[in-house]
Every structure is written in C-alpha cells, then in structure tokens.
DNA sequence: GCTTGACCTCAATCTAGCTTGAGATTGCAT
DNA sequence: ATGCAATCTCAAGCTAGATTGAGGTCAAGC
C-alpha cells in the first residue's frame, strides 16, 4: 500500500465524498502536497483526522471549531495516541454538557406533560427556548444534529 | 389585553423576530387572520405553537417536522392540555432517544481516549461516524477499510 | 499513440433558516 | 388631520456545508 494517498483513495478509505473533502481542504481541515502533475497526496494520518471531523461533526461542531481542534495536532510529525486523546478529552466535556442539557429538557417536559402547558410564562421549558431566541442567524443546530439523526439509532 | 396578537405583540411574547414570524406563517406553522387594512391578527394560543415550535427546534426538528407535529392539532378549537401532552409525549420519545445516543457515544469515547486510535474500524466511534455516510445528499461511500490504515506512523 | 478514468480549478447551485432592504400602506395618538 | 411607528409584500442576501457542472489535464493500459 502506497506511503501517500490520492483523493480517491481517501474518499473510499473514510466513505466521504471526494468534493467534501476538497472541500474540507479548502476549509483548513487537510494539507495535502502536490505531485509534479498537481494530484493532491494525503499522508495516511489523514484518514483519522476525517474519522475525527465526522465523529465531531455529530457531535455538533462546526467545521471551523473542527478545525481549530485539529490545528492542536502536532505540526511536523504524525500525531500519536497522545495527541488523540486529548482533542477525545475536549469533546467529552462537550458530550457531557450536552447529555446534561437534554436531561434537564427532559424534566422539564415531564413536567409539562402533567399540565400540558408549554406555556411561556409557566414553563420550565420556557428557560431552554429562550436559547433558542439569542442564537443568530443562520441554521440553528444548537445541538449539533440535524433531524434525522437519533431516528432508530441508539 | 386583547383577543388577537398583532405580529409584534406576538414577537415580544416569544422572543422571536418578526421577521421569522412571517417565515414561519409561510412554512405553514401559524395561519392569521389579517385586518381589514392586511395586518396579520394571531390568536394567543399560537404563543403555545411558537414555543413549541422553538423548543422542538432545539430537540433537533426541522420546521417541516414541527409543522407535521402542528398540524395533529384540532383545526376548528384552541388545543387543550390533553392535545398539548400529545405531542410532547412524542418529543419526549425523540429526546430519550437522543440522550441514550449520546451516552452510548461518550461510552465509546471514553474507549478511544484509553487507546488514542479514533480508528474507523478498530474504534466504537465508527457506527457513529457511519451516519455521517448516509446523511446529506450526493454520492457516499461505504466504508470499508483495512486495519493496517490506521497504525501510528511515528 | 490512443483511450479512459481519475484528477484539476472555478463558478454556480442547493437546502435550511432566517435577515435585510426597498417601497408602499395602516393605524393609533395627538 | 397629521405624523410616525408598525405593518405589508417581495426580492435579495447571508451562513453552513456541501454538490454539480464545465472545461481542461494527467497517467496507466492496450
């Protein structure tokens, strides 16, 4: 197997498409060098810098934030277990916070299924949509997951 | 205070602008009365639809989802508690869901930070990654891999 | 030496969820 | 009656995260 990879061959390795990860390139996210004949070549460590920008994605980071967690990663050599587990550390503090909120949403529901409210005034709930009023513009995943995501999973 | 909300009563009740207000009319969330002079006229029970539709949003529903969950609502009366707790009692479902998911990551998480590998076939992580392939539109991948891609490479 | 497929760039397009702006009208208070 | 804020419509713009297409090049096999 060869020391670099085509893009190609990185798409089949981590079941992304070739334009995402042109995209993602383009994003910061990889630093591929050129041959002579301008083909992009990945170092093979690149496949688990995509595993991790998948595996964040979900977890609801942005690209941007997926990549300032990889710029973390050590610049001239390839990054050793070390150097995983400590962007694995950031995103489970991140988890649990999330975990936590959807709890403390769940209680509140609970609540609110006994009066059957959802009244902004009376609910607890009313605290957890309020968030949703002070985010910005654009798409607002404030939990990182679009809709279909917990469908008939877990 | 009176029977029917102009937009902006409706907007400082919830918190949310205006102008999504109207976004939200032309999705099929809200249906107004309008004036004789065409100023929208919302009755106060669609405080109760905005705020369940901005809790909904945080749970991850799309606005065609929320307005499916919308439209389970009686048509000619205002919702009572009981058609209220209906819903919610879905959305609770749908959060149970999510959290299990989310705990099942950190569980595989807490795996890879032990070995550091966020390798996508060796690592519990991938069945997460795994939904990334299917999400979105395009042509994607299956994965499929060679353990020997992900050994560290100095 | 030709063909084929993988690759290149760059620009345009798409979905979701809104916001912003232009230009016109309404409605409440003085 | 007038003034001014609130409202109206419609179109365009924005962010995120990509995909798609046009037009062109590279590299390996026959």
């Given at each position: 197997m060869a020391e670099q990879l085509s893009i190609g061959d990185l798409a089949r390795r981590t079941g992304l498409s070739v334009s995402a990860i042109r995209f993602y390139e383009a994003r910061g996210l990889l630093s591929p060098i050129r041959t002579r004949g301008n083909q992009r070549r990945f170092p093979r460590a690149d496949i688990r810098r995509l595993s991790f920008a998948m595996i964040a994605q979900q977890l609801g980071l942005s690209l941007a934030e997926i990549e300032a967690e990889l710029r973390t990663?050590?610049?001239?050599?390839?990054?050793?277990?070390?150097?995983?587990?400590?962007?694995?550390?950031?995103?489970?503090?991140?988890?649990?916070?999330?975990?936590?909120?959807?709890?403390?949403?769940?209680?509140?529901?609970?609540?609110?299924?006994?009066?059957?409210?959802?009244?902004?005034?009376?609910?607890?709930?009313?605290?957890?949509?309020?968030?949703?009023?002070?985010?910005?513009?654009?798409?607002?995943?404030?939990?990182?997951?679009?809709?279909?995501?917990?469908?008939?999973?877990?």
């Open positions: 990663l050590p610049n001239g050599r390839s990054p050793t277990r070390a150097d995983w587990a400590m962007i694995s550390r950031r995103i489970r503090g991140r988890l649990d916070r999330q975990i936590r909120f959807l709890e403390q949403t769940r209680d509140r529901l609970d609540g609110c299924i006994g009066c059957g409210c959802l009244s902004l005034d009376a609910c607890g709930l009313y605290n957890a949509a309020d968030r949703a009023a002070k985010a910005g513009a654009g798409p607002r995943y404030l939990l990182g997951n679009s809709p279909a995501d917990f469908e008939d999973r877990a």
